[in-house]
Every structure is written in C-alpha cells, then in structure tokens.
C-alpha cells in the first residue's frame, strides 16, 4: 500500500535526496582520470575545436593543476600524456608545453578557492549565441542548472594570453559558476570535475536550444523561484557524479585508450 501519496513536495524532495546520497556511488576514477574522461566527453558532445579550449583541474600541491598538452586535441587525452603546470605555467611533470590561453585559468583559481575544476571551449552553438551579443537565456527545466548561475562578457578583450584578459574574465564570471564570453565561447568554473563536464555539456545544449527557440518565435520566461528550485534540484554532487559516470561510460566505448597505461 502507498505510503508517500500525502506527503509534501519539501519532504519527497528530501527524501530522494537522502536516497541519491545513499544508493548512487561516488565515483572512484583519479582527478587525472576524471580529466581525460572529460575531454572525450566533451570533444563527443560538440566541444572541438581544433587546439581551442583548456581543461584544467587542481593537484595536490597548492598553485598547481593538470591541463592537456597544447598540440593535443580533445580526442587525444589520456590520464598518461596530461601535463601538471604551476600559474606560471611552467610544465613540472609531463612532456612539451601548455596553452598560453590557461593563463587566465591562473587568475580565476585565485579569484575562486571555492573552484577545483576549470573549463574553457569554443562549442559551435555557444559561439554562435556569443556572436550576438546576448546572453544566456534559461527557460526550460534542463537548463535550470544555468539559472541566474551564468554570467555574460559583452566586451571581448582579445586573446586571453596575458594578464589583463585573466583579471577581466575572472572579474566578470563573480561567484556564478559558468559565463557567456561574447565573441569567443564559454567557461564553467566548479568545485568537482564531474560537476564541471556536466555543466560544460549543459552550457552547448543550452545554447542549441536558445538558438532553435529564438528562430522560431519569443523565448517565455519561466518563474523564478520554480526555476531556482530546479536549480537546486539538479545541482547537487551526487547528480553530477552519477551523470558524469553515465557519459564516461558512453565516452569509453568510443575512446577505450582514454584511461590505458603508457606502454
């Protein structure tokens, strides 16, 4: 016999909650692992562009982080051939050089100690929405993820090789967890990896269906405070924990090598 039938949304919400927490595992993949497995993620979910775009993730020691090796597209990286960096970007541990465009990933792990994972790609249809000039719009369940949570750069400030364009990107992106950069693409900045593809590959779906929507008609907002609460709903660890272990396994029929050991 139904047990739950009269209970409240707060308390449903609770309890599946309580449940996620207990039954959904973490995921046991190492950060360098969880790195590569989101490159391929990504390069499948449309975010190649060439050597465009830098993947970054913080290691054990402080002012360090793991990026792949400029030369290298998405669908090259393997936890063997990631490059560790300091904010210089001096390579300490791997072989050949990083993208001088990480610089800016410097300034924003300074800017945000709260931030263990950094993510900067030129996906088509995000590119397409920053050559308008307008920023992200949120207006259908999925995407709530992204509300009042993704900040917009109107001004391109050029190529993001030197410290000005650190201190502008780090500055305009504030405490939200993604920003639209006109003219260029995007760049989530959260606490996990796994969190991080998954708001990466939201962010390209985001701006499709804006795109679709905008060429179709007027995009209708929707309320606020049900668009925050699927915020929340949505943007919890164990949720993107259990995404991301869903697209890694996708990504690891396509790309077997991304986890192989070195010969």
């Known amino acids: 016999m139904a047990t739950t039938l009269q209970l409240d949304k707060g308390t449903l919400v609770a309890q599946a909650q ?72 001096n390579v300490l541990e791997g072989a050949g050089m990083a993208n001088p465009a990480n610089r800016f990933h410097s300034w924003v792990y300074r800017a945000r100690p709260d931030v263990n994972c950094i993510i900067h790609t030129h996906p088509l249809h995000i590119v397409a929405l920053s050559m308008l000039e307008v920023p992200l719009t949120v207006s259908h369940m999925d995407i709530c993820p992204l509300f009042d949570d993704c900040a917009f750069l109107k001004e391109w400030p050029g190529v993001p090789v030197g410290n000005e364009e650190g201190e502008i990107i780090s500055a305009a992106l ?34 499709k269906l804006q795109l679709l929507a905008m060429a179709a008609g007027e995009i209708k907002p929707i309320p606020e405070a049900l668009a925050r609460e699927a915020h929340d709903w949505i943007s919890t660890p164990k949720r993107s924990q259990a995404t991301f272990a869903y697209y890694a396994r996708r990504a690891l029929k396509q790309h077997p090598d991304c986890l192989a050991d070195a010969a």
């Open 18 to 89: 309580r449940s996620m927490q207990q039954l959904l595992p973490d995921n046991a993949w190492t950060a360098r692992q969880k790195l590569a497995l989101t490159c391929r993620i990504l390069f499948d979910a449309g975010h190649d562009s060439g050597l465009a775009g830098q993947i970054t993730c913080r290691a054990e020691r402080p002012g360090t982080y793991y990026t792949q090796r400029l030369g290298l597209g998405f669908d090259e990286i393997s936890q063997d051939n990631l490059l560790l960096v300091d904010e210089d970007l």
């Open 174 to 207: 504030g405490d939200k967890r993604a920003i639209l950069l006109a003219h260029h693409g995007q760049l989530v900045a959260c606490a996990s990896i796994e969190e991080a593809c998954v708001l990466a590959a939201l962010f390209e779906r985001a701006a």
